[in-house]
């Protein structure tokens, strides 16, 4: 049971370039999210999803675009990315059953230069 | 906008004192409150979630309070270790989609 994990841990983009962020989970949960986290700024909800192919908008979405054509799967795109992307993200899954808590992925470290 | 605050930003003790670390939120009709602890460079991990039906939650030598009428939630934390040494995050969540909205977060050094 390997619980979330996130693909890759780090990378490096150049401005304008793309690419996708992948997370996996293995405990069956109806729930996925995508978090960034920025010093000063705690953790902030970009997307989250309740459940195979439904997406919706967290706090922070403009720029970022997710699918979840899996249960198992929620990808983060970036289309064109920009400095203000660099950022840690973290991906999340819950059953969504009350009293069920978050687990986290280990993060992805981004650095949009 | 729910906001949720965390004070101290940072805490430095000597090993095996006893701490409290504070949490706020704005809007009292929450479902669901939830402490987490993050290592260095790592994810996060949950150390207690309260209901809002819920006053505390206890776990070993942690133990987490609910005060919705004030806005408030306290961790405390007994007899502290070095391997204590940790950010310490408050998360609130309003629905039960899930979607928490997160506080900054006490870094907590424990010396020994």
């Known amino acids: 049971n390997a619980g979330v994990t996130q693909t890759p841990k780090f990378r490096v983009l150049k401005t304008g370039q793309s690419m996708t962020l992948l997370c996996a989970q293995d405990m069956n949960h109806e729930y996925m999210y995508w978090y960034r986290q920025d010093p000063g700024m705690g953790l902030r909800l970009i997307h989250y999803s309740v459940g195979e192919g439904t997406t919706a908008k967290g706090e922070v979405p403009d720029g970022y675009n997710v699918s979840r054509l899996k249960k198992q799967n929620f990808l983060l795109g970036l289309e064109s990315a920009a400095p203000s992307q660099t950022s840690v993200y973290f991906c999340?899954?819950?059953?969504?059953?009350?009293?069920?808590?978050?687990?986290f992925g280990p993060g992805t470290r981004l650095l949009v230069l | 906008k729910q906001e949720v605050t965390q004070i101290p930003a940072a805490l430095s003790v000597p090993e095996g004192e006893n701490l409290v670390l504070n949490c706020s939120f704005t809007?009292?009709?929450?479902?669901?409150l939830q402490w987490f602890r993050q290592d260095p460079g790592k994810g996060l991990t949950s150390l207690l979630l309260i209901q809002s039906s819920q006053r505390e939650q206890t776990s070993g030598r942690l133990n987490a309070s609910l005060d919705k009428s004030s806005g408030r939630s306290t961790l405390y934390i007994a007899a502290s270790q070095p391997g204590d040494s940790a950010t310490y995050l408050c998360a609130v969540s309003y629905t039960n989609a899930g979607k928490s909205t997160f506080g900054d977060g006490t870094t907590l050094t424990v010396k020994p």
């Open positions: 809007d009292s009709a929450i479902y669901n």
């Open positions: 999340a899954s819950s059953s969504g059953t009350s009293g069920e808590t978050q687990y």
